[in-house]
């Protein structure tokens, strides 16, 4: 039996108390705490809500609009901070591997969206071998729509230049903005079925969450 989307996080962050820097542990460890403290924001996308139609560029640059995505049956949005994300790249690869052989019987769809380039997004696509769609946020304005959407900290954006990643060089417009990992189900009437929003960007929506709430639509 494969391990939960929790338990390989928890194996990530404790491979990272072994090699990284004591003052960036402590400002992602902050960062963390502050996020736990505040928890999902009070004006977030709920079950029950309509998503007005979005367009948005996939990794290969073509539109994709939601009305698309429903157009046989439901949708599983996911949003991610980016391919430089190791809590993301492991539940996409999860999702890959466990959620999307499933989702033929429910006749529904996965995508991925993240504030990254398109590019950046193909690079996402094939380095985890991804068979579902990856859309690219710019500034992550839907997310942003959706209540969801955030500047990432300065402290927190200087630790990460700090061991060699500026997300602001693979963002589509240059910001610092992200969205708060989240998982949408919406259905053919583009009617938010459920939601599961991850202040704690370690954190993730299990694969079995998701596939509960498709068979309590079908």
Not at 70 to 88: E, H, I, K, T
């Amino acid at each position: 039996m494969s391990l939960t989307i929790q338990e390989q996080s928890d194996e990530i962050k404790a491979a990272a108390a072994q090699h990284m820097p004591a003052e960036s542990l402590q400002v992602f460890a902050r960062d963390q705490n502050r996020w736990r403290a505040q928890g999902v924001p009070a004006d977030a996308v709920a079950v029950g809500q309509v998503v007005e139609n979005f367009t948005l560029p996939d990794a290969t640059g073509n539109d994709v609009s939601l009305t698309e995505l429903v157009a046989s049956g439901p949708v599983v949005l996911v949003f991610y901070r980016g391919g430089w994300c190791p809590f993301c790249n492991l539940a996409l690869r999860q999702y890959q591997s466990e959620l999307v052989p499933l989702l033929g019987s429910y006749r529904a769809t996965l995508a991925a969206i993240s504030p990254q380039k398109p590019d950046e997004s193909l690079t996402t696509v094939e380095k985890n071998d991804l068979q579902f769609t990856v859309l690219s946020d710019a500034g992550a304005r839907l997310a942003r729509r959706l209540g969801i959407g955030f500047q990432l900290a300065q402290d927190v954006l200087e630790a990460q230049r700090a061991l060699g990643q500026d997300i602001t060089l693979g963002n589509a417009d240059g910001s610092a903005e992200l969205p708060l990992p989240t998982v949408l189900v919406i259905n053919a009437k583009r009617v938010v079925c459920f939601v599961d929003v991850q202040p704690d960007y370690t954190s993730r929506t299990e694969v079995s969450k998701i596939l509960s709430a498709l068979t309590e639509l079908s």
